[in-house]
């Protein structure tokens, strides 16, 4: 077969050892196993359709070199190329395993990416989620939480998109911060001269660790939970409004910082009732014309969207909605964020 003559041409005259061959269906499906150099395995799979899949497993130890750079799969998919007009080929881009942490985190959509992780700063488990630093050449350091990239010192946007920035007007006002552990909301907010500011985060090992290592995002916010305008409380968020409630406290803003929209066929299910719970219980704290400030998801996951969407608009409160997105650097994608209210007669 041309493509396992393209491959030993690179490799070398008889470096590809065949191992099995193994028909997998009658309609043309087939399996070829090699052993090439470097003790590494080669996977040749053909299809019915035409499809032809290799894919080379090896070893990479320190500065060995590759097996096949990005320049050899080029040069061999233009050899395939040369076959005939009707081939089409393309090389991706190895995947790395066992490396010392992770450097593959999915996008919203589930995408796959690899970023640039240079060093893992700090690795530990709350009582809530994992929480780790990790410091990315191009973002520098960012907090993942549970696998998922949160927040960068590259994501000023995140903060401002979320806060509205230059388009609400928080002086003299009391807002409600829901999460937030970074530290990087209340911190530009404390800049827009609130008459008070209450930020209630459920994890302490997030802000302890934030204050460390993300510092160009939190500033000097975090060192202390009281100050002139602000006041942090380390509890669950829930509690804390069902305690306003009681004592009738209002806000003009209550900014949710918690969970994203959750990606799942349908609007049900435990982060589902989550979410709707705290928009209701948020409403339930706000004045007449307080607003509901939060983040959604990555803009490519439209299903799931307009789900939060319907769901914003069948609560049992008369709502309504706008909502605004910006690249967040770090999540590598268009974010969503929304902005709610009350509806006016």
């Known amino acids: 077969m041309e493509v396992v003559e393209g491959l030993e041409k690179h490799f070398g005259v008889n470096s590809m050892e065949k191992l099995m061959v193994k028909t997998l269906s009658s309609e043309g499906d087939h399996l070829s196993v090699f052993m090439g150099p470097q003790q590494s395995v080669i996977n040749l799979r053909t299809f019915s359709n035409g499809l032809v899949s290799i894919i080379i497993d090896y070893l990479r ?84 939480l549970d696998g998922l990239p949160n927040l960068a010192e590259s994501d000023l946007v995140y903060t401002e998109s979320i806060m509205c920035r230059g388009t609400e007007d928080y002086k003299d006002k009391e807002i409600l911060i829901l999460g937030g552990g970074d530290g990087a909301l209340l911190n530009e907010l404390r800049q827009e001269n609130p008459k008070q500011i ?58 949710s910082d918690l969970t994203d929209i959750p990606i799942s066929e349908t609007p049900q299910g435990e982060m589902w009732e989550f979410i709707k719970k705290v928009i209701r219980m948020s409403f339930s704290v706000l004045n007449d014309t307080g607003k509901f400030l939060t983040h959604g998801t990555g803009i490519s996951c439209t299903n799931q969207l307009a789900m939060f969407e319907g769901v914003v608009g069948e609560l049992e ?15 590598l994608e268009d974010w969503v964020f929304y902005q709610i209210q009350r509806k006016t007669a």
């Open 198 to 255: 209450i930020m209630v985060e459920i994890d302490e090992m997030v802000m302890k660790i934030c204050k460390e290592h993300l510092r160009s995002a939190c500033g000097d916010t975090l060192d202390s939970y009281t100050g002139k305008n602000y006041q942090i409380i380390v509890g669950d968020c829930i509690k804390y409004i069902e305690k306003c409630v009681f004592q009738g406290k209002k806000f003009d803003y209550v900014i």
């Open 61 to 144: 130890e320190g500065e060995e070199e590759p097996l096949l750079t990005t320049l050899d799969g080029k040069a061999l998919e233009m050899a395939l190329g040369k076959l005939g007009k009707d081939i089409k080929s393309v090389t991706l881009p190895p995947i790395k395993r066992g490396t010392p942490f992770d450097v593959y985190f999915p996008l919203s959509d589930g995408r796959l990416v690899e970023y640039d992780v240079d060093k893992l700063i700090y690795d530990e488990r709350s009582p809530f989620q994992r929480v780790q630093i990790m410091h990315s050449k191009t973002f520098g350091n960012m907090l993942v």
């Open 317 to 331: 409160i008369p709502l309504s909605f706008t909502c605004t997105h910006a690249f967040v650097p770090s999540f």
